[in-house]
């Protein structure tokens, strides 16, 4: 049964949380809170506090601003991420314990083989996204690369410290330097493994959908010719009860979500159509090839980050609505009025289908991620009219 844990498909996630320190409250060895909290302190609070500052005093010029709001809305909604991680991880505890059920694992070959190939799909795409993600990492390893091979001046990598003096920041440019590029790559870490465990949740939920519409499917007497009626009646009662157990512990398992998610889904939704608009806008400026390039792969990974969330909130709902149209296509016709009776509680309790929100507000939908892509997309395009009219006016 160890094997077959659900919940192992998120190792990677929960290994790379201890390593950031973020599974500090599930952690009961002190001496690993000797590690976790000064890492939290340097790498997560004082990297966040010494970013606002750096915005607060950035110059208004869109050249320099820009790049710098670009960064500051990644943390933004990296800081709901991490609360999500660090407080809620005894509610992310209940989940595993939920995923990893016996009525989740499932007690059929259909129903394991239906967890299972979720479960490896996801694993393919934590690593696909983690690729991605170091991709976009280039604006800080190839300017670094081309000095050491051709000594070619190195600016920060993140940000300029405008707060600080011109005097301090070249005295201490190696220090800052590597503070920003070893706090960037462990923010990004933040990004990869909670964006894809929130999405991994929802994928998780619609192999369940899955399993679950297959077994009220399958609900049929054709296998059980050696039976008598009323053993067959007995048979396909159980087998109904059990379903009926799995889509209440369902239910479960996405209003759990839905709270879990609430905060980082709601920021990252409510602030997407800006950020992409931003990282729109940058592609404006005369930057370096090298800048373009991290602009295009960190604008891909921003788009990523709100369209996954919104398909699998699709699909999630799309497979709850499913789950009348399996019971009607179970043999129900010629069961005794017990197991209609069943069957009709079923389906009264399915005809609302599970639609996940960020704070009922926002809807996690395709629907949403497209009002947000085109609200960006008419952004861009109204600051590239201004930006060619003033060039033909220079």
């Not at 750096?54 to 960064?71: M, V």
């Not at 999405?199 to 369940?208: D, H």
């Not at 090839?289 to 991290?294: N, V």
């Amino acid at each position: 049964m160890a094997s077959e844990k659900i919940s192992d498909g998120f190792k990677s996630n929960v290994f790379c949380w201890k390593i950031c320190a973020l599974w500090i409250f599930q952690i009961k060895n002190k001496y690993y809170k000797y590690y976790a909290i000064p890492l939290l302190v340097v790498i997560f609070v004082g990297y966040n506090v010494l970013l606002t500052l750096n915005l607060i005093y950035t110059p208004r010029n869109l050249e320099k601003f820009i790049p710098e709001l670009i960064f500051y809305f990644c943390e933004v909604q990296n800081v709901f991420k991490v609360y999500v991680v660090t407080i809620k991880s005894k509610q992310i505890k209940e989940v595993f314990n939920l995923l990893d059920s016996d009525i989740f694992i499932g007690d059929t070959q259909e129903h394991k083989a239906i967890t299972q190939s979720y479960k490896f799909l996801y694993i393919k795409c934590f690593n696909i996204y983690c690729v991605m993600c170091h991709m976009a990492y280039i604006h800080v390893a190839l300017p670094f690369l081309i000095h050491l091979i051709f000594g070619k001046n190195l600016d920060l990598p993140i940000c300029n410290y405008y707060f600080l003096s011109d005097e301090f920041r070249e005295n201490s440019f190696w220090l800052i330097w590597w503070y920003q590029a070893v706090s960037s790559y462990f923010h990004m870490f933040y990004n990869i493994t909670i964006d894809t465990f929130i999405s991994g949740l929802l994928l998780m939920g619609i192999a369940q959908f899955k399993a679950l519409n297959s077994s009220l499917i399958n609900i049929k007497e054709t296998s059980l010719d050696h039976l008598n009626c009323m053993e067959k009646d007995d048979h396909l009662q159980k087998q109904l009860l059990k379903c009926l157990k799995h889509y209440d512990l369902l239910l479960q398992y996405c209003s759990l979500i839905q709270e879990l998610c609430n905060p980082a889904m709601f920021v990252q939704f409510g602030i997407g159509a800006a950020s992409n608009c931003v990282t729109l806008a940058a592609l404006l400026l005369p930057l370096p090839t090298y800048e373009q390039i991290f602009i295009v792969f960190y604008g891909s990974v921003m788009a990523i980050e709100i369209f996954m969330p919104g398909y699998l909130g699709s699909q999630l709902r799309h497979e709850s609505e499913q789950v009348i149209r399996a019971v009607y296509q179970s043999d129900w016709i010629d069961r005794s009025e017990t197991f209609k009776r069943t069957l009709k509680l079923l389906v009264e309790r399915a005809q609302k289908p599970v639609i996940m929100t960020a704070y009922s507000i926002i809807s996690l939908s395709l629907s949403t991620f497209i009002s947000i892509m085109k609200t960006a997309y008419s952004s861009y395009t109204l600051l590239r009219a201004v930006h060619t009219r003033n060039n033909v006016d220079q």
